[in-house]
């Protein structure tokens, strides 16, 4: 057997990125176990002694069960509606594509994703606080409508991949249209689902601006809500703030962790055709 060859560029600028990457969490790690006098003697160093009372300390501060919980339900109702929403559009697309409307319906959902938030923001919080949803119900809307363009172009990318033969077999046999997408199709969308799934879950967890601007009771507040409330306006405990921002990626870092392959597989599945 031939031995491979190895690339020493991409080698080094994989190690370089992989350094840059792994360097913020390293800093994150060891301010969260230093008490604050030791901060200002070393920041990167290892700890004299490891203060483990800055993760509880944190916890109190930023009341983090109750935003873990507001956290835990925004995410899994946006997750849950997203698929189920975005799946279903994006399916009367991809089998309408030869008509003009459905033609022009992809493209505008195309060019939405180009659409910065900041332009929209504040015309889109006075409507919102005009309907009456300035709350976590309008917050899990928006993320369902923001993430349509995107979701919509990876959705219909695979359902164009999926044979039509099998629509035709189940119409000859007299199934209706709502049938054959539950029933054939929607089984058939796991990869692009869990893909679609756990990109809409980083994104409603670890979103800062939305829910800055939609939620305004301190009860419904968010984890990166409740870290930025942590922050004083004086003087910041720089130890507990770390451990707090730790305890709020962890979650997210250990889905990533377990579902990176369903990630990848299922972007790059959407991508082709």
């Known amino acids: 057997m031939r031995r491979s060859k190895i690339n020493i560029p991409a080698m080094i600028f994989l190690i ?35 203060f483990w009372s800055n993760f509880p300390n944190a916890m109190a501060a930023t009341h983090y069960w109750q935003a873990f919980t507001n956290s835990f339900i925004i ?12 799946s279903m559009v994006a399916y009367a697309i ?20 180009f659409v910065p938030f900041p332009i929209i923001m504040l015309p889109l919080v006075r409507q919102m606080s005009h309907i009456g949803l300035a709350n976590q119900w309008g917050l899990i809307i928006l993320y369902v409508v923001y993430g349509i363009s995107f979701n919509v172009f990876v959705y219909v990318g695979y359902l164009r991949s999926i044979p039509m033969e099998l629509e035709e077999a189940a119409l000859v ?16 969308l796991a990869p692009i689902n869990a893909t679609i799934g756990i990109i809409t879950a980083i994104w409603a967890w670890n979103d800062f601006l939305l829910p800055l601007v939609m939620l305004g009771d301190p009860g419904q507040f968010t984890l990166p809500l409740q870290q930025y ?45």
Not at 94 to 113: L, P, T, W
């Open 16 to 50: 370089i990125g992989a350094i840059f990457i792994l360097f913020p969490l390293y800093m994150a790690i060891m301010v969260s176990l230093k008490n604050p006098q030791e901060l200002g003697q070393s920041i990167l160093g290892w700890p004299s002694k490891i």
């Open 75 to 86: 995410t899994a109702c946006a997750v849950i509606l997203t698929i189920l929403t975005n």
């Open 94 to 113: 991809a089998r309408n594509m030869h008509k003009r409307f459905f033609r022009y319906i992809y493209f505008y959902f195309f060019a939405a994703m």
């Open 173 to 188: 046999d007299g199934a209706s249209r709502w049938r054959i997408f539950w029933q054939i199709i929607f089984p058939l």
């Open 229 to 273: 409330a942590l922050q004083g306006q004086y003087s910041t405990n720089y130890s507990e703030a770390f451990a707090s921002y730790l305890m709020a990626l962890l979650p997210m870092l250990l889905i990533y962790v377990i579902a990176q392959k369903w990630i990848i597989n299922g972007v790059t599945k959407g991508a082709i055709k």
